[in-house]
């Protein structure tokens, strides 16, 4: 898997594993996600995904299931997870999968299944479509963390159908890299029950499971159904209409890779392998783009607010899992700060209309994802540069910004975009994280709708280093050696640190924390070593521990 | 040093490391605490702490001194931490002593590391000790990190005294396990200063230091000793009086070691080294404690108050450092729950009293120190339990509670130091944590005074799991052999995890996050790997990287 490259373009046509659909009981208006995972299937040859068991391919199609029901079917008022298979729902991660991983692999296949939870969540909290895991049968692990990503579960109560967390007695890694947080900091499950049930592979069903608030509910076989439908129904009813909804479509990204890297509409991905160095060039928006509601519907997939971010997003996806040794993002903008801003603007006055109010939480989360890729990112701001508004936020993820100071002036610009709409999974604006020692100072800045030259924009704080033109090639290939000389180990953990000082979530938790926690146990001896038990599980032979605790 | 059994108890007089002294130029209430590390006299043989660097016997010393400014010498009003040796202050953590240490063993340096750093914090938040780091010459890694700990950081601007965390591109590993922290969420460093200032070995002097927030103030050597006495006076005139301090000895703990465990005055730590279970029994109060200040201060450290946390505290870090094997401790309490509730009573009622405020802050840290420990715990209540109270407390630090169901009943009960006063890391108390999605509930509880017999204690949701005497000891095999059967690693992050629910703190971050990609770094081949950059540190041989990324 680690050499073949990995697409994350595909279309419900050609799931193999989910079946997204619109059923008529509902009048269209919820999304019934169907999980029927092809054994034979998997992303790469390898193993077997028995017992609706995933991989990273099952999670690309969930997550463009995701994207179409925001985008394509904007109707839809609640969503709800089942199986089509009898009697299991999920077992989760497939194990022999993750046993033949790269460590590298685990951690980032790990991220991007927690991504796309969030999304399913985000989905309920900022769209108001909510969603319902109609849990049918079995769900193990991974399956069950999909189900607690859910805002309600319904458990089938056949005095056989458990829910259950396995990965610690099992395998010897924790459960999913969600799992526990979700347990403890969303669902609130009583840290002792939450011990218990964490650390027995046989899992919780019936009654106990309600008690100890790991389902909202139970249903017998010949009620199950009717269960479902009340809670689709009444989550349907709470489902606020926002406004006039649009549909568009949602069409492949066209792009042409090589060598060299990968071509979009908007972004250039350039690759140096020998410099490990990846340079992200976005264009901003041209002349035409759409401002009115009406253009920005006709326009669809195809106006830059969406399609450059979702070019973006592709690049950040296919870097982290097809080019593992580039250490360092080079991100780079060229276009007018001046069309960014009052691109932003248009958007964020008509942010209550359903369609908008998707754009710019596409935005947010390429932003996010932007935020938690384990690179270091520099951000480069030139005379040609258009870091303005939503695309301001670049510099402002990045670790470090460089800026030429020199004739003509390299600008940047605030945009209403800055001011909130985009927080990071801290839930703070970006300014606000950066400015979290002066408080008062990012509102202020936010609220600056002027192009700033280099020199106050320095004096802002928002600049690292603003070499001249003279100094600026030698200081940024001095910048670039120095960086990618470094352990990409030291600058995970570090990068991770320091991006995220000030508030935690949920989120920041789950990908601060417990993946953290995770990534130090998925390459311990105990967990991967010779007789480790995930290198042992499903062999006869019981795994061997060097029981020395830290 | 995993072989020789490790001591926590000191004495100034014995220090090797430091100076503890009360200079008159400010009539005695100012603590100076210098450091002039012997090179000679490491924690084991095998380096040499050179460069005022620290060791763990270096960090026993000062645990010990912020333990007797508290109680020896109350009228302490500020602290000052400084070098005894000329133009270096601390060059942090010993490297060889890093490179050389096993994996479990670096683990929990760091945390004992951090629980100092964090007590000298709590010194001032809660005592109104303010203190000042007063770098009288370079301050690098972890030496700087002590630094942060403290509320004040004056610096020597002689043109060569810097500040910095040389980690990440001198060993491969993060800036200590909280610098990055303290950086980012104390000091609120700029995030981009932040990670040029991590990434650099040469750190950051000079008005530069106090631009970046750094430090507070640099001054001249000519100016330092002025710079020094005014911050120490203004920090001294701060200080409130909050009552008649009284000083009270603090003896060495006096305890029996054997084979089988060791033996203090209330405190039995029993071992079983093939099952690999620790047994803590802990003896509650006797009939003559005393509740009156004035027999409180009277009694002083041999009160059951303070010395019965203090043996326990002991017995935790000789569990830590010296009995890595065992993976589960079994909490005992024997005694009278309402003496334990009637002490804690009277505790609470003077809690304005110096003395008083630092019995309940030093419960306080004792009961933290649990809570992070990475061990298993169940807590075993029976008829003879006194689990009320503070002992309660234990309880609901544990990972599990089991209770016993018969005749004569076991019990359970609250006092006021549950509502509040022993506040885990979090914030919250170990009431709110538990009942995290039950709001209300752990108000409700802590305010009924009544004793809870099992089947009440069960219906409160106090309890796990409730045998009855039959069933009790095939029960409890069971669990402990469950238990033990677990991969240590997964069970470390899993508790870690599920017992820090809720909000978040610096606290948290440290041990929750920070440490928790510190660990997964300082097993990575890039660190200690044949040519990873700790194990190459002082060698001729440039580190090899596998650049991957995760």
């Not at 680690?2 to 509902?26: G, N, V």
């Not at 932003?367 to 030139?382: G, K, N, Q, W, Y």
């Not at 100071?405 to 703070?428: E, I, V, W």
């Not at 979530?505 to 105990?526: D, H």
Request: proline content about 5%; aromatic content about 8%; charged content about 30%.
């Amino acid at each position: 898997m680690d050499q073949a490259r990995i697409d994350f373009q595909t279309h419900p046509d050609r799931y193999r594993h989910w079946k997204l659909s619109f059923p008529e009981a509902y009048g269209g208006e919820v999304a019934r996600l169907g999980l029927d995972v092809r054994e034979d299937a998997p992303i790469r040859p390898g193993y077997q995904l028995k017992l609706n068991s995933y991989d990273l391919g099952v999670d690309i199609e969930l997550a463009d299931a995701i994207a179409r029901i925001r985008f394509e079917h904007p109707k839809t008022r609640a969503v709800f997870i089942t199986s089509d298979k009898p009697r299991i729902f999920s077992s989760g991660a497939n194990i022999y999968m993750l046993a033949t991983s790269s460590h590298a692999f685990k951690v980032n296949f790990c991220k991007f299944t927690n991504e796309t939870r969030i999304h399913l969540e985000e989905l309920s909290k900022e769209s108001g479509i909510g969603s319902l895991a109609a849990l049918n049968g079995t769900s193990s692990g991974g399956g069950y963390e999909l189900a607690l990503a859910c805002d309600d579960i319904l458990l089938v109560d056949d005095g056989s159908s458990v829910v259950s967390l396995p990965e610690a007695p099992l395998l010897g890694v924790l459960p999913g890299t969600g799992g526990l947080t979700r347990l403890s900091d969303k669902r609130k499950v009583r840290r002792d029950l939450a011990d218990v049930f964490a650390t027995m592979a046989e899992g919780v069903r019936g009654k106990r499971a309600v008690e100890w608030r790991l389902v909202e509910e139970i249903a017998g076989k010949s009620q199950f159904d009717g269960a479902l439908a009340k809670r689709i129904e009444a989550m349907r009813g709470r489902a606020k209409k926002s406004g006039a909804e649009h549909a568009i479509s949602w069409p492949a990204l066209e792009v042409e890779r090589s060598e060299a890297g990968s071509d979009y509409a908007f972004v250039k991905l350039r690759i140096d392998r020998a410099k490990r160095v990846a340079r992200i060039i976005l264009a901003g928006p041209g002349a035409g783009e759409p401002t009115t509601l009406a253009a920005i519907r006709e326009r669809g997939a195809s106006q830059w607010a969406l399609r450059a971010f979702r070019e973006l997003d592709d690049a950040l996806l296919d870097l982290r899992f097809n080019h593992p040794t580039l250490g360092l993002v080079l991100l780079e903008t060229e276009g007018d700060c001046e069309r960014v801003v009052s691109l932003d603007a248009a958007l964020a006055a008509q942010a209550g209309d359903p369609l908008v109010r998707e754009i710019i939480l596409h935005m947010r989360r390429v932003l996010r994802r932007l935020d938690i890729t384990a690179r270091s990112i520099f951000a480069l701001v030139r005379p040609e540069s258009c870091f303005a508004g939503s695309l301001l936020e670049l510099c402002l993820a990045a670790d470090r910004v460089y800026m030429k100071d020199g004739d003509p002036a390299a600008k940047m610009a605030m945009s209403p975009l800055n001011r909130g709409p985009l927080p990071t999974y801290s839930g703070l604006s970006r300014l606000e994280v950066r400015f979290l020692g002066e408080p008062g100072r990012a509102e202020e800045l936010a609220r600056t709708g002027a192009i700033l030259e280099t020199r106050e924009a320095v004096e802002k704080g928002l600049v690292t280093f603003a070499p001249d033109d003279i100094d600026w090639d030698d200081e940024i290939r001095v910048a670039i050696e120095e960086r990618t000389s470094l352990s990409p180990d030291a600058l995970t953990g570090l990068e991770q640190n320091i991006r995220f000082a000030g508030p935690e979530t949920m989120e920041t938790k789950i990908f601060g924390r417990l993946s953290a926690w995770q990534n130090w146990i998925f390459q311990r001896p105990n967990a991967v070593g010779a007789s480790g038990a995930l290198t042992r599980y499903g062999k006869p032979e019981r795994p061997e521990f060097d029981f020395g605790r830290t």
